[in-house]
């Protein structure tokens, strides 16, 4: 593994490697030990859009492993590709850093970046997929369910980057995903097909999201209005009435089902406050567990 650009792109042995070594690394720093193999080496964090967790996780993760991690806002590149080209950033820091991150809304961003640069680069976010958020999703399930394979999530709402990652995700691994979605947000049929040729019949699209949570183990679900859509908020709001995942929603699905939410949560929008804050929820163990899973990603490409 020379990158981590999508979940696509990566074998169902490395994914498994990386499940279990996020898994003991947490073990591992849970029980007050260091392990400093990226000690001497910098990240450069690429950032077009702002966050809180991503950012977070990733410094502190790199800082946990005894490496430098470098934050650069989006006024200091002046738009990635678009002050100087995205060959020449890549080119450059691969000449002051051991490993790139960043977070873009172009996927070919990241995909430019790897091809041109000369040390691993990470997909921290883009508008087509956000893998690191998946594997963390799915180091989530296994914590609670004991297992992956077999698991049914039931993703509602907009068929965006994190439904994306979710689908090729099932495909690797072996899980069932339904996305509930409004008549146009569905998730595309490409996507659909390349997670379903891994594993037939693991991803489907239904516009129902009551019959979408029937036998589901988690219902997952994310904002409506994503970063660069902030025009099309009241029309979103309107398209989506319906698709809250709210106490009633709840009650459709299995008494064990597990409540999921990549953050941030507009709470009285996709997801009442209700349901966030009910024992189901495990909104924070997802956020924690972006810590652990890119600790085990940076040391596997940059030790």
């Not at 410094?59 to 005894?66: E, I, K, N, R």
């Not at 002050?83 to 790139?100: C, F, M, N, T």
Request: glycine share 6%; with cysteine.
């Amino acid at each position: 593994m020379d990158d981590f650009l999508a979940i696509s792109e990566c074998s169902v042995a490395e994914l498994h490697e990386l499940l279990a070594e996020s898994s003991s690394l947490k073990a591992f720093y849970q029980s007050g030990r260091r392990d400093l193999c990226l000690a001497g080496k910098t990240l450069a964090m690429l950032f077009e859009k702002p966050s809180l967790r991503t950012r977070l996780s990733f410094q502190v993760a790199m800082t946990d492993l005894g490496g430098h991690p470098i934050y650069v806002k989006p006024e200091d590149i002046g738009g990635i590709g678009k002050r100087e080209p995205v060959k020449d950033i890549a080119r450059v820091l691969s000449r002051y850093v051991q490993g790139i991150m960043a977070r873009t809304f172009e996927h070919q961003t990241v995909l430019d970046l790897a091809r041109y640069a000369d040390v691993p680069v990470i997909n921290a976010l883009t508008d087509w997929s956000h893998p690191c958020q998946a594997m963390a999703d799915v180091l989530t399930i296994q914590e609670h369910f004991g297992r992956i394979e077999g698991i049914k999530i039931a993703f509602i709402g907009d068929g965006n980057n994190v439904a994306r990652s979710l689908a090729f995700a099932a495909g690797k691994l072996n899980m069932k995903l339904v996305v509930a979605s409004p008549h146009g947000y569905e998730l595309d049929g490409a996507t659909i097909r390349q997670a379903n040729a891994f594993t037939p019949g693991c991803t489907e699209q239904s516009n129902d999201p009551f019959e979408a949570v029937k036998d589901a183990d988690v219902i997952y679900t994310d904002t409506w209005v994503s970063m660069g859509q902030e025009n099309e908020k009241a029309k979103r709001q309107k398209d989506f009435a319906g698709y809250a995942v709210d106490a009633k929603l709840v009650a459709a699905a299995p008494q064990h089902v597990k409540i999921m939410h990549c953050l941030p949560a507009y709470r009285g929008y996709e997801i009442t406050d209700e349901v966030a804050e009910s024992p189901a929820s495990i909104l924070f163990d997802q956020a924690e567990n972006r810590l652990h899973f890119q600790r085990a990603l940076l040391k596997r490409l940059m030790a």
